[in-house]
């Protein structure tokens, strides 16, 4: 009688084994430790040798006063185009504003009517000298730079200005009216170039009746800040 409990729990335990592992292999489970694959070393991190230029801006210089000269060409309604020339002083009020006053000359030539009626004359040769003064509002309304080569930024304005003086011409003072555009290029931390074009407006009446002149200048100056 105990060997057949002996035998009967031999066979019980051979079951229950065999249902354990039936078990592991119908969820997954193994008792094989299963190997791993090797993981791959990560890829090489490219660290490029970008080579940096250094780049060399000139700055506007600390102060804020700005004096210079300019020459160029103007032309005088109805006596034609001449050489002009004159001195520039500045004020810079802050980065955008500023205030400028100009003293110009040039000289008038012979009307149409003067060359074509073979000698009468308009007004006298000391009075073909056209001098003007005015103080002017600017505004600078396109600050930028500009490349020039690899290693070197300069920095440039293009800006609005207009102004109120007066003009000396034809033996009167007339008010006058001017305003325009110019580009200022910084040529080093305190020396510029600029370039403007301008319209003086005054009233003249030496052809008969009263007209506004516009007398049209477009010169090329130099300034330097101090």
Same mark, same amino acid.
């Given at each position: =009688?105990?060997?057949? $409990?002996? %035998? @009967? $729990? &031999?066979?019980? !335990? =051979?079951?229950?084994? #065999? *249902?354990? !592992?039936a078990t592991k292999n @119908? $969820? *997954? $489970?193994? #008792?094989?430790?299963?190997?791993s694959p090797t993981a791959e070393p990560p890829g090489q991190v490219i660290?490029?040798? %970008?080579?940096?230029?250094? %780049?060399?801006e000139p700055a506007i210089d600390r102060e804020d006063f700005e004096v210079g000269a300019f020459a160029g060409i103007m032309s005088i309604e109805d006596f034609g185009s001449d050489l002009s020339y004159g001195l520039r002083l500045a004020y810079h009020i802050t980065e955008g504003f500023f205030v400028e006053t100009t003293a110009g000359y040039s000289r008038a030539g012979k009307t149409s009517f003067e060359? @074509?009626? *073979? *000698? !009468?004359? &308009?007004?006298?040769? #000391?009075?073909?000298? @056209?001098?003007?003064?005015?103080?002017n509002l600017g505004y600078n309304i396109l600050p930028g730079e500009v490349f020039l080569g690899e290693g070197r930024a300069y920095n440039t304005s293009l800006y609005l200005i207009a102004g109120l003086g007066s003009t000396t011409f034809a033996g009167d003072d007339r008010f006058t009216v001017n305003f325009g555009a110019g580009y200022r290029f910084l040529l080093t931390d305190s020396v510029a170039l600029h370039l403007d074009f301008r319209d003086h407006l005054f009233d003249i009446d030496l052809l008969g009746e009263e007209k506004t002149a516009h007398n049209l200048e477009g010169h090329l100056g130099i300034t330097v800040f101090f």
């Open positions: =009688m105990e060997s057949r $409990f002996r %035998v @009967l $729990f &031999l066979i019980v !335990a =051979m079951i229950s084994l #065999s *249902g354990c !592992a @119908l $969820f *997954g $489970f193994d #008792s094989r430790e299963e190997t660290d490029p040798e %970008v080579e940096r230029r250094e %780049v060399k060359i @074509l009626s *073979g *000698g !009468a004359e &308009l007004i006298s040769d #000391s009075e073909r000298d @056209l001098y003007y003064y005015n103080l």
